[in-house]
């Protein structure tokens, strides 16, 4: 199956500052890429949709200025949490949907544990 | 009412038990359906997508209803290792996808 790599797993940081995390599709070429928030034992939510060449869909309630979504190629997109505070703790994923076969099957990265201190 | 919803469990069956959760889903328009598996602080992991004609993957079934708007996934001869999370993805435009909060099952010896 189609292979996506997030980068880093998990991080550390100190309120105020700014984490990327990097999502990459391995294996083939992804034109949307999606990214989710989990906080624990709820469900996945849609951040954004982030396509290729183009500005980011975000979805309600999620400010755009604070997750700001780049999708430079047709396998990096990336996520940076700006001026991250304890609350922007949670899991993040990112997903790509692969061009080939059924083609709004997702398939997602292994996460990135924020965690704000 | 929640776009998708499934009942959160947990439940707990024995190994060998066959187990059948449900995924309801309210807007009409939806045109794709998938069921994931999730362990502990991981990803998702696609288990299998579902088609209106229902389709099989070894101990695995899966069924969707149009008219009453569910989708549903049976597993037969449960594992240890069936124990996880099991969210349904129901996608309607754009490829977006609306998750489940997802049904914990833990199968027990």
């Known amino acids: 199956g189609a292979v996506v790599s997030q980068h880093p797993s998990w991080v550390i940081c100190k309120s105020g500052t700014s984490v990327k995390i990097e999502c990459r599709s391995l294996?083939?070429?992804?034109?949307?890429m999606f990214w989710y928030r989990q906080f624990p034992k709820q469900s996945l939510m849609l951040m954004a949709t982030s396509n290729e060449g183009s500005k980011a869909t975000y979805e309600q309630g999620v400010e755009k200025d604070k997750f700001l979504i780049n999708h430079a190629s047709l396998t990096l997109s990336t996520l940076t949490v700006t001026s991250a505070h304890p609350e922007d703790s949670s899991f993040y994923i990112c997903?790509?949907?692969?061009?080939?076969?059924?083609?709004?099957?997702?398939?997602f990265g292994p996460g990135t544990r924020l965690t704000v201190l | 009412r929640k776009e998708v919803e499934q009942d959160p469990g947990p439940f707990n069956v024995p190994e060998g038990a066959t187990v059948a959760f449900n995924c309801t889903y309210s807007?009409?328009?939806?045109?794709?359906f998938f069921w994931y598996r999730q362990d502990c602080r991981k990803e998702p992991k696609l288990l299998m997508s579902v088609y209106s004609s229902g389709n099989e993957d070894g101990r695995f079934t899966a069924q969707l209803n149009r008219a009453s708007q569910y989708i549903s996934l049976l597993i037969r001869d449960s594992k240890l290792s069936d124990s996880a999370t099991y969210l349904c993805a129901v996608g309607a435009a754009a490829s977006k996808l609306t998750f489940g909060t997802g049904t914990r099952l833990q199968v027990t010896l």
């Open positions: 807007n009409s328009a939806s045109q794709s």
């Open positions: 294996d083939f070429q992804a034109t949307t």
């Open positions: 997903s790509a949907r692969e061009g080939r076969g059924r083609t709004d099957t997702q398939y």
